[in-house]
Structures are given as structure tokens and as C-alpha cells.
């Protein structure tokens, strides 16, 4: 029972957008509190405008689990560096919004509800020097570990299910979203309010053992309401996002003492519509990457990978090839101690299809604590 509540659990995580996966830890177990910090250093040769991207960032969360019940809550701290190739920089550093989930797990078939809640505990109302270096993170072939500092009061509701199929054990996971209007930025006219409409998310699950290797396989399809943005009392226009595939692949097997990873991970996003005319922001997003989790002691576990990334937009595009070392150090029963180091080199076009150099530097560090 505990097994599959686990499994289930992670299926509407995953249908859930932006939450930390603790919850499903949290219904196997006890529960966890983490802190720790997040670094990656973006630099851009050969494209006019920008020369260095930072960002420095410290999250932290719990997870409290009740029987069938868990709850979490996540949040961080962000301080985002933007130095344009003329040496003028400019930082902003806020708390992001603070995101609070609630899961139940109900019948003897392991059945999972989950509300997930919204605060708008970031920067609203940037001014057009923020709203810059807000925006100049958002794209996906970036990765920067926070995309996006706020995005309005929301409600997301979701539930998941697991069906046993023979070998195979087969989710279901669905969550419709909600967002209030809210005041992401001003500019020369005055504050700039969004409305996002309304979310709707299904996705599907399987995954089986295949000898003494475990096969997970997932799609998820989002579509959306009509977006309206405008001035303070005033409806300015709306946009139509187009609907977004997720496909994704992961074999785990064991190799020695070790555990060999391989994931695949393909996102589509369709163009979007506004009044009429397309916005020329469909994107093809393809990720692979392969790790080798090495016990060096009883304490210690050494992982090195490696990763690709690759985005083909409709306006620009370009890819990033990384190599990655982190350690795994459990100092106690309950302190689990992960710090990363990550290097990434590759090319970026920009919107006048102008072919440049980008590179990044990333490390991290994280405490967890189970209790």
C-alpha cells in the first residue's frame, strides 16, 4: 500500500506544475525540511546586447506528513545579475513566490488528491530596469534553476491513480489550474496587469521492471484559457497560449555496486495567438542526459553525467552540452549533505539568427534533514 501510494504521489507531482517532488517522499516516510543554495553563471560571446547572466539562489522547504495526509510548502531566495555587453549591469534579488500543497491519499487502491496553492509572495510591479533581467531568464535552454519570480495568486487542484496492467503498473494523473489576475510589471503608462486563463493538465504514466532494470515512461498534454493583459481598468489585448506535449523516458539499472540513469525528455510547445497573429513562439525543447551513481563508502555516493540540451525555436535557438561531478553525504541517519559542480558550452542564435557562444558554470549545495 505504502508502495504504491509512493508511486502515485509522484505521478501527480509530476502532473502538478512547479512544486518541489517532497510530498511523494513524505508518503513513504518521514518528513523532510531542506535548505541550500543554487549558483549558475551564463556567459555570452558574439551576440549583441548581453555578456553575463547570474543567479544566485537559495531555496528552502518542508514537508510534513500526517498518515495519509502530507504537506509542503517551498519557497527562495533570488538575486539575478544581467551585465549587457556595454558593462552596465543590473541585479534583482526578491523572494519568489511561496508555493504550499496539500496530498491525501484515499482507498485501499492508493487513489491521490492534491491541492496546491499559490502565494504571491515575489515582486510584483517590477519597473522596465527589472523587468529586463526578470525576462532575460525565462527561456528554457537557460536553466536557470528560477525562471520566473512570480506569477500571481493561483489554485491547482489535481489527482492521480495507479492501475496495475500485468508488468506494467499505469497512471493517470490530471490538474486544472486557476491564476487571479495580478501586476507583473509597469511601464511608461503605468502598472501592466495580467490574467492568465485557466490550465488544464493530463498525463500519463507507466513503468515496469524489466529484470533488475526499471522502465519509466510519461506524456502530459497542457491546454489553456485566453490570457487578458492591459493597464489598471483597462483590457489592452489577450493571447492565446498553444497547447504543450510533454514526453519522457528513464531506465535506472544496476551497473556493479552502482546505478547507471539514462532520461530522455522532449518538450513541444505550439505557437501562440494574439489578436489573430501568431507570436512566433513555437518550441522544440530536447534533453538527454546519463549518470552513474558510485558508492565510495557506506556514507558517500559519487555521481558524475553528462547532459545535452537543445532547443529549436521559431525564432532562434541553439544547444548546451554539460558535464557534471556531485557527492551524496549522508553525515547521519537523519542529514543528507548534496553539493554539484556543473560545466555547459554551446551556441545560441538570437532573433536575427546572428550564431554566438554561451557557457555556464553552475554549482549547488543542499541539506536535507529527515526527521
Same mark, same amino acid.
Given at each position: 500500500?505504502?508502495?504504491?501510494?509512493?508511486?502515485?504521489?509522484?505521478?501527480?507531482?509530476?502532473? !502538478?506544475?512547479?512544486?518541489?517532488?517532497?510530498?511523494?517522499?513524505?508518503?513513504?516516510?518521514? $518528513?523532510?525540511?531542506?535548505?541550500?543554495?543554487?549558483?549558475?553563471?551564463?556567459?555570452?560571446? =558574439?551576440?549583441?546586447? *548581453?555578456?553575463?547572466?547570474?543567479?544566485?539562489?537559495?531555496?528552502?522547504?518542508?514537508?510534513?506528513?500526517?498518515?495519509?495526509?502530507?504537506?509542503?510548502?517551498?519557497?527562495?531566495?533570488?538575486?539575478?545579475?544581467?551585465?549587457?555587453?556595454?558593462?552596465?549591469?543590473?541585479?534583482?534579488?526578491?523572494? +519568489?513566490?511561496?508555493?504550499? #500543497?496539500? +496530498?491525501?491519499?484515499?482507498?485501499?487502491?492508493?487513489?491521490?488528491?492534491?491541492?496546491?496553492?499559490?502565494?504571491?509572495?515575489?515582486?510584483?510591479?517590477?519597473?522596465?530596469?527589472?523587468?529586463?533581467?526578470?525576462?532575460?531568464?525565462?527561456?528554457?535552454?537557460?536553466?536557470?534553476?528560477?525562471?520566473?519570480?512570480?506569477?500571481?495568486?493561483?489554485?491547482?487542484?489535481?489527482?492521480?491513480?495507479?492501475?496495475?496492467?500485468?508488468?506494467?503498473? @499505469?497512471?493517470?494523473?490530471?490538474?486544472?489550474?486557476?491564476? =487571479?489576475?495580478?501586476?507583473?510589471?509597469?511601464?511608461?503608462?503605468?502598472? @501592466?496587469?495580467?490574467?492568465?486563463?485557466?490550465?488544464? #493538465?493530463?498525463?500519463?504514466?507507466?513503468?515496469?521492471?524489466?529484470?533488475?532494470?526499471?522502465?519509466?515512461?510519461?506524456?502530459?498534454?497542457?491546454?489553456?484559457?485566453?490570457?487578458?493583459?492591459?493597464?489598471?481598468? +483597462? %483590457?489592452?489585448?489577450?493571447?492565446?497560449?498553444?497547447?504543450?506535449?510533454?514526453?519522457?523516458?528513464?531506465?535506472?539499472?544496476?551497473?556493479?555496486?552502482?546505478?547507471?540513469?539514462?532520461?530522455?525528455?522532449?518538450?513541444?510547445?505550439?505557437?501562440?495567438?494574439?489578436?489573430?497573429?501568431?507570436?512566433?513562439?513555437?518550441?522544440?525543447?530536447?534533453? $538527454?542526459?546519463?549518470?552513474?551513481?558510485?558508492?565510495?563508502?557506506?556514507?558517500?555516493?559519487?555521481?558524475?553525467?553528462?547532459?545535452?540540451?537543445?532547443?529549436?525555436?521559431?525564432?532562434?535557438?541553439?544547444?548546451?552540452?554539460?558535464?557534471?561531478?556531485? *557527492?551524496? !553525504?549522508?553525515?547521519?541517519?537523519?542529514? %543528507?549533505?548534496?553539493?554539484?559542480?556543473?560545466?555547459?558550452?554551446?551556441?545560441?542564435?538570437?532573433? =536575427?539568427?546572428?550564431?554566438? =557562444?554561451?557557457?555556464? !558554470?553552475?554549482?549547488?549545495?543542499?541539506?536535507?534533514?529527515?526527521?
Amino acid at each position: 500500500m505504502r508502495r504504491r501510494a509512493h508511486r502515485v504521489a509522484g505521478l501527480a507531482a509530476l502532473a !502538478l506544475a512547479g512544486v518541489p517532488n517532497l510530498a511523494a517522499q513524505a508518503l513513504g516516510g518521514g $518528513g523532510t525540511a531542506y535548505a541550500g543554495m543554487e549558483v549558475r553563471s551564463l556567459r555570452f560571446e =558574439r551576440l549583441a546586447g *548581453i555578456k553575463y547572466l547570474r543567479q544566485v539562489g537559495i531555496p528552502f522547504g518542508v514537508v510534513l506528513p500526517a498518515g495519509r495526509f502530507s504537506f509542503d510548502a517551498g519557497s527562495a531566495w533570488v538575486r539575478t545579475t544581467m551585465e549587457r555587453a556595454d558593462g552596465t549591469a543590473h541585479s534583482v534579488g526578491a523572494f +519568489t513566490d511561496t508555493q504550499v #500543497r496539500g +496530498t491525501a491519499v484515499v482507498g485501499r487502491e492508493a487513489m491521490v488528491f492534491t491541492v496546491v496553492v499559490n502565494l504571491p509572495t515575489g515582486p510584483t510591479a517590477a519597473p522596465p530596469r527589472d523587468y529586463a533581467v526578470i525576462g532575460a531568464i525565462s527561456p528554457s535552454l537557460f536553466g536557470f534553476p528560477v525562471a520566473s519570480y512570480s506569477s500571481g495568486f493561483s489554485i491547482t487542484g489535481g489527482a492521480a491513480a495507479v492501475i496495475p496492467a500485468g508488468g506494467w503498473s @499505469i497512471g493517470v494523473a490530471g490538474s486544472v489550474r486557476v491564476t =487571479r489576475r495580478y501586476t507583473p510589471y509597469t511601464d511608461a503608462t503605468g502598472p @501592466i496587469t495580467y490574467r492568465p486563463g485557466a490550465e488544464a #493538465r493530463i498525463r500519463g504514466g507507466a513503468d515496469r521492471l524489466l529484470g533488475s532494470s526499471r522502465l519509466s515512461l510519461g506524456v502530459t498534454y497542457s491546454t489553456f484559457g485566453d490570457d487578458q493583459f492591459g493597464g489598471a481598468s +483597462t %483590457v489592452r489585448g489577450q493571447y492565446r497560449p498553444g497547447p504543450r506535449w510533454i514526453g519522457e523516458a528513464q531506465l535506472a539499472a544496476p551497473v556493479g555496486a552502482g546505478t547507471l540513469s539514462v532520461g530522455l525528455w522532449h518538450f513541444h510547445r505550439s505557437a501562440g495567438d494574439t489578436t489573430g497573429a501568431s507570436a512566433r513562439n513555437r518550441e522544440d525543447l530536447t534533453s $538527454g542526459e546519463v549518470s552513474l551513481s558510485l558508492p565510495v563508502s557506506a556514507r558517500l555516493d559519487f555521481t558524475p553525467a553528462l547532459s545535452v540540451r537543445r532547443s529549436d525555436a521559431e525564432v532562434g535557438g541553439g544547444y548546451l552540452v554539460g558535464v557534471e561531478a556531485g *557527492i551524496h !553525504l549522508r553525515l547521519s541517519e537523519r542529514v %543528507v549533505f548534496s553539493p554539484t559542480v556543473r560545466y555547459e558550452s554551446g551556441s545560441l542564435d538570437d532573433d =536575427r539568427l546572428v550564431r554566438g =557562444r554561451i557557457s555556464a !558554470l553552475v554549482g549547488s549545495a543542499f541539506v536535507r534533514v529527515f526527521y
